[in-house]
């Protein structure tokens, strides 16, 4: 009677484990089924996944869901089938990075604190949508690449170099956002700007002659940025101007190393930049 007993347990198990297996299987083959149907990049596999991400910024506000199913589908397809496949998709994908980064900035307003890019499910997803969208390189990106770099502080390395291998096709956004006094988070905007546009020089993305003179008058005018705040700009701007060697320049540069109120910041930077140039202060 025992051992009837332990044959019976024996064939429970016996059961209930290939059942398992079973599933796994099917459930494995379907996923791979999934798998290969969006890689082919069949438009309408790319619509849906589209709509799917217009679905959610429309939905966010009240569901807080980020689709991150979606997106990592519409990067298998990037990868196997290459960007043209996935192009009809970049409006959604731009309406939902442009969303992300309003709510980190507003974020970062209410709390009077940066928020750490690493430490959020929203920061980290919009640091691989940032990178997808750098690697897709689609002109109807750039506007949320640069806003990017001025609006959020989560302004990748990755957006950092692709905006300055783009040189003079953003060139006039980038002078914009450099001469921007008005719009919330100025500051940033003027502070990046001047940044942007020195790693653009050192680059050798400026090419015609009248940018590098505007651009030269413009770092001029941000190193002279007033009040606490504008120390950022004034240490962007005055690091960007060791690219001009000119005697104006070279005296500006002397007189905020000894002079500029921000020891730490533009002093250093100003000292740094003398040095570059071969100019002792």
């Known amino acids: 009677m025992r051992q009837l007993k332990y044959l019976l347990v024996f064939f429970v198990i016996v059961f209930l484990s290939f059942s398992i297996f079973a599933n796994s299987y099917k459930d494995e083959r379907n996923l791979n089924t999934k798998d290969e149907d969006l890689s082919a990049g069949d438009p309408d596999d790319v619509h849906e996944l589209a709509n799917q991400i217009e679905q959610t910024c429309m939905q966010y506000q009240d569901s807080q869901q980020l689709p991150w199913d979606a997106v990592q589908y519409l990067q298998r397809i990037f990868r196997d089938q290459g960007r043209e496949a996935v192009l009809p998709a970049i409006p959604a994908l731009n309406r939902l990075v442009d969303m992300l980064l309003d709510k980190l900035y507003d974020k970062m307003t209410e709390e009077g604190a940066i928020p750490d890019e690493e430490g959020c499910g929203e920061g980290e997803f919009l640091l691989q949508m940032l990178n997808f969208l750098v690697e897709i390189g689609d002109e109807r990106s750039i506007p949320l690449l640069l806003k990017s770099r001025f609006y959020s502080p989560v302004g990748c390395a990755a957006v950092r170099r692709a905006l300055v291998s783009m040189g003079e ?50 770092l001029i005018t941000l190193a002279g940025e007033e009040g606490k705040r504008g120390s950022s700009v004034r240490s962007s701007a005055v690091t960007a101007l060791s690219y001009f060697k000119d005697q104006e320049v070279i005296a500006l540069l002397k007189r905020i190393a000894n002079e500029d109120p921000n020891e730490f910041y533009v002093r250093s930077a100003a000292r740094r930049a003398l040095k570059k140039m071969g100019v002792e202060e």
């Open 169 to 218: 096709r953003v060139l006039p956004a980038v002078i914009a956002a450099a001469e921007d006094t008005v719009s919330k988070s100025y500051f940033g905007r003027r502070m990046n700007a001047a940044y942007l546009l020195g790693k653009m020089l050192g680059a050798n993305k400026i090419n015609k002659l009248e940018d590098k003179d505007r651009i030269r008058q413009l």
